[in-house]
């Protein structure tokens, strides 16, 4: 068993407004990230508006009651040294701040004023549709895109996880100042989102600040998601596009836990055993004794109510097949060999990583903020190191002949000579 350790659990202050507020200090640091992570992301689209919770977060850069101009926005924390940043998933959008320590105001005025006050100007508006239409045709030129795109088409057909999160070409058109205002208001609230503040602060000051500064926020009923039922209508469990490319580039996906699950923690160390890192067995298989491909791993996504467990790589033309194989026959032993050896080296692997996060302020805020949003959970270091170490060869095996027999398998792949009629999944 991995080493017992022993460290300070995040606060959490729920503010009149219903505002979370989430502080976790590090004296030791030098810097303090600042995080808003809002509880809305394309899966709580419809698509008529595919693609405005992606389009909302580009026009927040773009001025501000406070910060008028993105020049003087992003100025305000790129003078100090600083990085400001943001990312928009199909359950959240996040916003991060990175600024040394003694510019944690900044930070703090710029986000607040970014999740409450944006200007919504119609001609920056216009100017970023633009850019959301390059940053598409982007995604859409590498070749790996159908493929990651074509797995969740597959998996989640008619349904807003199986959709693109930026949208398309022709619902970033009809986006307008209206529906982004309707959008924010609704979704944008203080009882939708979390603030979450890593390094070196006095906690006092920033929940003094954030008191003040959020007293007018007020609470809004939000759009809720459409759930995912297991019982949708399944068209096919192939997506296969034709391309011109050097390489044919796969992902392999099966259902796997919410965020709510109870197994979350075997699930973070089935996949490390399985295809996190190059130790792992899907590497050491396919890469170091094969020869298959130059990068392959596993992942797996967790939303609110289902999750996903996908396998990717990119790989010959000629070696699709036989990586495919490979794919499955590692699944398959998985399902029955791993040994205590393994499971062990699982946890410290996980352990360590998470103390390896802890040392980087904008990581760490960050993955509170998620975790917040997802599970309602407040990260508490030591009962996930706890609940990583309770995981037994037996809930583990367990585990993976659920994830690996219990459903159906699918595959999405982009290159050239695709055939489904060779597979057999």
Request: with cysteine; charged share 20%; proline share 3%.
């Amino acid at each position: 068993m991995a080493r017992k350790l022993n460290y300070n659990k995040p606060s959490i202050t729920t503010l009149d407004n219903k505002l979370k507020v989430i502080c976790y200090s590090v004296p030791s640091a030098t810097s303090v990230s600042v995080t808003a992570t809002v509880g809305t992301g394309s899966r709580y689209e419809t698509n008529s508006n595919a693609g405005i919770s992606h389009f909302l977060e580009h026009i927040l850069f773009k001025g501000t009651s406070n910060w008028p101009t993105a020049q003087i926005l992003t100025g305000a924390i790129e003078n100090t040294g600083g990085d400001i940043n943001a990312l928009t998933s199909k359950d959240y959008t996040s916003y991060c701040i990175k600024v040394p320590h003694p510019h944690w105001e900044t930070a703090l005025s710029v986000l607040t004023d970014m999740s409450m006050k944006p200007l919504l100007i119609p001609k920056e508006i216009e100017k970023e549709r633009e850019i959301i239409h390059e940053e598409l045709r982007m995604y859409t030129d590498h070749p790996s895109y159908f493929a990651d795109f074509g797995i969740d088409e597959i998996m989640f057909p008619n349904h807003p996880l199986g959709k693109e999160i930026i949208g398309t070409h022709n619902s970033v058109d009809t986006i307008t100042k209206e529906h982004l205002l309707e959008y924010m208001t609704t979704q944008y609230a203080p009882n939708n989102t979390v603030f979450t503040i890593v390094g070196k602060f006095e906690e006092s000051r920033i929940l003094e600040y954030m008191n003040n500064t959020t007293l007018k926020w007020e609470v809004q009923q939000k759009i809720n998601f459409q759930p995912y039922t297991s019982s949708a209508n399944k068209t096919s469990n192939h997506f296969f596009k034709e391309q011109g490319s050097d390489q044919t580039y796969m992902n392999l996906g099966m259902y796997s836990l919410s965020s709510e699950s109870s197994e979350s923690a075997g699930l973070t160390l089935l996949n490390i055993i399985f295809g996190e890192g190059m130790s792992s067995r899907l590497f050491i298989k396919a890469r170091e004794e094969l020869s298959l491909a130059y990068d392959i791993s596993s992942n797996y996504i967790q939303h609110h109510d289902c999750g996903t467990w996908i396998i990717s790589c990119g790989c010959d033309h000629a070696k699709f097949q036989l990586a495919t194989d490979c794919i499955l026959e590692e699944l398959n032993k998985l399902t029955t060999t791993i040994s205590e050896t393994e499971l062990a080296q699982a946890k410290q692997y996980a352990i360590g990583r998470l103390l390896l996060n802890m040392e980087d302020t904008e990581r760490l805020a960050t993955s509170i903020g998620h975790r917040a949003i997802l599970t309602d959970d407040t990260f508490d270091f030591n009962d996930i190191m706890d609940e990583w170490n309770k995981i037994t060869l037996q809930d583990i095996t367990e585990l993976a002949s659920k994830l690996v027999n219990g459903g159906p398998k699918f595959l999405s792949a982009s290159g050239t000579n695709l055939s489904s009629d060779q597979f057999g999944l």
